[in-house]
């Protein structure tokens, strides 16, 4: 594990009491694929123009819900060492073509109740970096795929929501620029 993951790696989460596996496997999983130096990169097929604009850059946050945040948030923070006080976990990473470019993923558990999954039905949902939200749209489009009406634009950035196949709300977030 790079020694970053360590100290800044972190997240907070109480006890996992009653929290299914599949909850734990796939925070589990974002860990390990993070903060991994051992692993082999497995490229992702290229878009037809992989210089063209819209394209995914990374992961830009992991959400899910859990029916006991607190004590999931617990969990993660004792036993992997992921704190979330509230407004998510923080792992920086850099482009490894561009290592000036820094980015964060998000790691957040929701409480059960939270609707800002809907209308998709899975209990996580995965936000994606991306260097051209509009162009990545209007691409996805006119490949038919969904697409939520719904905009949002933030300090940090631009959103937007699309859904995959099987009715999974997939979020796609444009970092706002750097500041000087």
């Known amino acids: ?49 992989a210089g063209q604009r819209g394209r995914i850059l990374g992961i830009g946050g992991i959400f899910f819900k859990s029916a006991n945040r607190d ?8 036993h992997l060492g992921l704190t979330d006080k509230g407004g998510g976990a923080i792992l920086r ?15 957040t558990v929701f409480p059960a109740s939270t609707t800002y999954f809907d209308p998709g039905h899975a209990s996580f949902m995965i936000n994606y970096i991306v ?28 959103f937007a929501w699309i859904y995959d ?4 709300k997939i979020e796609l977030w444009q970092p706002a620029p750097a500041k000087p």
């Open 93 to 107: 990473w850099r482009e490894r073509d561009d290592p000036q470019k820094e980015h964060v993923t998000s790691w």
């Open 165 to 168: 196949a099987d009715g999974n």
């Open 1 to 49: 594990m790079p020694s970053y993951c360590s100290s800044r790696c972190t997240l907070y989460n109480p006890h996992m009491l009653r929290t299914p596996w599949s909850t734990i496997a796939l925070g589990s999983l974002l860990l390990v694929s993070v903060c991994s130096t051992g692993g082999q990169e497995v490229p992702s097929k290229p878009p037809a123009n």
């Open 71 to 78: 004590q999931t948030r617990e969990w993660y923070s004792k």
């Open 131 to 158: 260097d051209d939200l509009d162009a990545l749209l209007d691409r996805l489009k006119d490949e038919g795929v969904k697409i939520d009406p719904k905009r949002m634009s933030e300090s940090f950035g631009k």
